[in-house]
Structures are given as C-alpha cells and as structure tokens.
C-alpha cells in the first residue's frame, strides 16, 4: 500500500512540474499527424471506429516520441495514402501529395523535437521558433523541387523515363548509404 501511494505522490508531482512549451509541441505533433492520416486516407473510410483509430495513432506519437511509434504513425499513413490511391482508385493531385509530405516531415521534426525537449524544462520559445524555421525551409525548398521535378517528369515521351528514375533511386540510396557511413565514422 506504500508504495502505491509513492507512485500517486510521484505522479501528482511529475504532473505539476510540466512546462506549458513541451506540451504545446507535443500537441502540434498530434494535430499534425491527425491531419496527415486525415488527408492521406478515403473520406469514405471515415467512420466512428476507424477515426478513434486514427486518433489513437496520432495520439502514440505525441505521447511517447522516443519510441517506435513516429515510425509507426507514418507507416499508417503511407499505407493510407497507398490504400487511396490504388484501393479507392484516387487520383494523385500534386497538391495532396505536397500536403501529404509536408505533414509527415513535419510529425517527423516535431517528434524529433519534443523527444529532446524536458517535460519539465523552461525553454526558450526561440527554440522552437528556429526549429521551425528550418523545418518550414526544408518543407519550402522540398515544394519547390517537387513541382519543378513533376513538371520535368511530364516533359518528353509518354511512358517517362525510366532510365532516370532508376539513376534517381541509386543516386538517393547512395546518398543514404554515404551519410550512414559518416556517422559510424563518428
């Protein structure tokens, strides 16, 4: 019974300490994960159950973002996008496609953030206004070469070029390869 009442003591103190700042990230992360199951499966799939399941997958993230579960967030939503486009017959528009990406880039750096981030700490809000200056950098330039590169793709035979997105994937797995390299090398 003693240590029952530790734990609740523990607890009650734990809760009191929170800092407003680290909650607020872990609340962006949550909504932004929300939106991107949202926007990347069927509006035809969406009943009672299946958006408390989205929910509780949104929910995992925020909660625990040192785990498996960001990881698993996007997967859900990959397989999301995947089941509308080939199950649902949904056309890829360029726009939900960015959408897509920029919400699952964003829960990514989010998550990343809030998993450094005391849940007890004074933090500084420039903090957080940097981070996300950068995400929404990247997020920009991503857009940008995204549309650029959707629109070269359209450019010249019909079937595309098959040629260059197989120099494309090589070219990105090594570049993934080299910087796995880098940091071992640390």
Known sequence: ??????????????????????MLVRGAVFLVVLAGLLLAYPAELFQARSLLALTVVAVLP?????????TFAALVTVAGWVFAS?????????WRLLAVATLLYLGHTLCALSAVLPYDGAIDPNVV???????????????VLGVLLTGAGQLGPADGFQAVTVVGLLVAVGLSGLLGWLLRRR
């Open 129 to 143: 206004l940097r981070w996300l200056t950068r995400a929404g950098a990247v997020v920009l330039a991503s857009a």
């Open 1 to 22: 019974m003693d240590t029952t009442r530790e734990r609740v003591r523990a607890a009650r103190t734990a809760v009191r300490r929170v800092a407003p700042l680290p």
């Open 62 to 70: 925020a909660a625990a973002p040192r785990r498996v579960w960001p």
């Open 86 to 94: 080939a199950g649902y017959d949904r056309p890829i528009a360029l």
